[in-house]
């Protein structure tokens, strides 16, 4: 009797003779074997692609090779249904291709199989060998190479021996299907287990020789499956995606973090927190109408005292990743022997705006080339009219984004427009100045050096950021100038401007040509950032209750996370919750068996009390 495979199987005995029979034995059990591309005990099949051709070819492609491609769809020889789909066997040489849609590949449902029923009615060279034959492939970079389906994987069916190397064929010497005439199908199941967790496609490749046709290679009824646990799958569903809190100094606060479980099965889950570098908030400010720049004749404070290099100022890194362009005109030419940024023909703007109070911002691109980049700090560089050579800037936020500022499509990709990232800020020893007024030292520029810690893969990015400081004016951030010219070839920055919420060109009020603006990006080429949640460590200001648990097939499970800035200075504090579970999808990413869910605290210096208060009414 044929017993089915993966398949348990009870069996006792008992004795018996002419005087009768004895007692039953205790039972005992086997279980069958999975059949070859079959799913094992505890498992299921999960077909993940069938096409029977009945609709015709949809998204498969017959790309061209050598020769006439003749994969067509055929009622000739149909394995099941009206349809199938052949390529002919021709008396010429030809290299013809059927390529399968792309099929994306689960992880952790082993053995993953493609399977098909076919009749490769292509010339034979007696029993074990082929003259035209055909050849399974597989690629998993969207068809820019592609690799033949061993025999080692060819659970059932495997090819019948090598294509001849004595007439020209495309396929000599490669191990191929091919019969003698028949009309009669065969199922062969190749193991593509090896491509688990990516999106490949498959090759049907006919190679014919110069002579001897055939009625050519039929194939039906072709599939992909994967082997899913038979109790069901957990799948992880955590909402929201993000957490965060604003809230007075020694104030606690908690918000509800769901767990949920789309999938069939129980899934066991567990948290856990990742503090992160808490940076200061920008300075307080107090709003103040400002214009966009500051042009040549606008009123300004006193010059301040002149004063050579100051011993810590700053002084230009020797290797960067990038300088988006120079700033000195007149190295040494200015006030006690300083260098001097000097406005150029008609150019007026001596800086543009970039400060809190307006608010104003800028913005700036750069290209990060093959390899990507990690990004240690930016550097950019401001003055406040009328200080001294010692800086007065409190504050820089800045952001990064994968496009045009504000634009349809552009994200950002790091960075906020709160935290103070102000790493250090000293003098440059470059004074900006007006074309005919070289000595001017009423507005020493200084560098101000920003905290990043990033990576950024290849592609063109843009940078904005906003600077505070400790003067009325300003900060002011000169553009970038070269001598001679109105603007640096191709210049695009932007600016954004508060009062009216928009970004738009940042333009020089003179010449009125479009600027660049000086930045300079350090640290290395190549390199990542340690991805969230590689490295677990306690946030000393939040709290999770439960930390773990089971949340049943289609349920949810409630997680209180506390906020408590008992202590905390007034700043933004952040971090994230890791969530991790049996969810068999790698992850991170909803839906897998780790959720990364950012989580922030602002602490806000509480409100003066309210001395005076009456609506006149």
Not at 507 to 531: I, K, L, R, W, Y
Request: charged share 10%; proline share 7%; with cysteine.
């Amino acid at each position: 009797t044929a017993l089915n495979t993966s398949s348990t199987y009870y069996w006792r005995v008992r004795a018996g003779n002419t005087c009768g029979s004895g007692g039953w034995s205790s039972a005992s059990s086997f279980t069958t074997v999975a059949a070859p591309g079959d799913c094992g005990p505890g498992t299921v099949a999960n077909v993940l692609v069938t096409e029977t051709f009945e609709g015709g070819l949809g998204g498969w492609t017959t790309p061209a090779g050598t020769g006439a491609n003749t994969w067509a769809i055929s009622t000739a020889n149909p394995n099941a249904g009206a349809q199938h789909v052949r390529g002919v066997n021709t008396g010429s040489i030809t290299d013809q291709r059927l390529v399968s849609p792309p099929v994306s590949l689960p992880t952790g449902e082993n053995p993953v199989v493609l399977k098909f029923d076919h009749v490769p009615n292509l010339e034979n060279n007696g029993t074990a060998g082929c003259y035209d034959g055909g050849i399974l492939e597989v690629s998993s970079n969207g068809g820019s190479s592609w690799t033949q389906v061993p025999n080692a994987n060819l659970l059932v069916g495997p090819y019948v021996g090598a294509i001849s190397g004595s007439f020209s064929n495309p396929l000599a010497g490669l191990q191929a299907w091919c019969s003698a005439t028949t009309t009669t199908y065969r199922q062969t199941i190749a193991d593509v287990s090896s491509y688990a967790g990516q999106t490949v496609q498959f090759r049907w490749r006919i190679g014919t020789d110069s002579s001897v046709s055939r009625p050519g290679w039929d194939v039906d009824n072709v599939s992909v499956q994967s082997c899913q646990a038979s109790g069901g799958i957990p799948n992880a569903n955590v909402s929201p995606a993000s957490l965060s809190s604003t809230q007075a100094p020694d104030a606690i606060t908690t918000q509800t973090l769901d767990v949920g479980n789309t999938g069939t099965a129980d899934l066991h889950w567990s948290i856990a927190e990742e503090n992160a570098p808490r940076l200061p908030r920008m300075p307080a400010f107090v709003p103040s109408a400002q214009p966009a720049s500051e042009v040549v004749g606008a009123d300004a404070p006193a010059a301040a005292a002149t004063g050579r290099l100051a011993t810590g100022a700053w002084l230009a890194p020797l290797a960067t990743l990038h300088d988006n362009g120079p700033l000195v005109t007149n190295p040494g030419g200015g006030a006690g022997g300083a260098d001097v940024s000097a406005l150029q023909l008609t150019n007026t703007s001596l800086g543009s705006n970039v400060s809190q109070a307006g608010p104003f911002r800028l913005a700036d691109d750069f290209t990060v080339p093959a390899g990507g980049w990690t990004i240690d700090t930016l550097t950019f560089f401001a003055y406040q009219t009328g200080s001294t050579t010692a800086s007065t800037i409190t504050g820089v936020n800045l952001r990064i984004w994968d496009g045009v500022p504000g634009a349809a499509g552009s994200n950002i990709v790091f960075g906020d427009d709160s935290s103070n990232r102000l790493a250090s800020t000293a003098f440059t020893n470059v004074y900006r100045t007006s074309g005919t007024d070289l000595g001017n030292t009423q507005r020493p520029v200084m560098a101000v050096v920003a905290t990043v810690g990033t990576s950024l893969a290849a592609g063109t990015y843009w940078v904005d950021w906003q600077l505070s400081g400790s003067l009325a004016s300003g900060p002011w951030a000169p553009a970038v100038t070269l001598v001679g010219q109105t603007n640096a070839p191709g210049a695009n920055a932007m600016q954004y401007v508060g009062s009216s919420s928009t970004w738009q060109a940042a333009m020089d009020s003179g010449s009125t040509t479009p600027q660049d603006f000086p930045f300079v990006v350090e640290g290395t080429a190549g390199g990542v950032t340690p991805p969230a949640c590689s490295a677990p460590s306690d946030i000393p200001w939040l709290t999770v209750s439960p930390a773990s648990g089971t949340t049943i097939a289609g349920g949810s499970s409630a997680v209180t996370v506390t906020f408590d800035a008992t202590g905390l200075a007034v700043g933004s504090y952040a971090g994230n919750l890791c969530v991790t579970s049996n969810d068999p999808d790698a992850g991170p990413g909803n839906g897998t068996a780790l959720v990364v869910v950012p989580v922030s605290l602002t602490v806000d210096a509480p409100l003066p009390p309210e001395i005076f208060s009456d609506g006149f009414e």
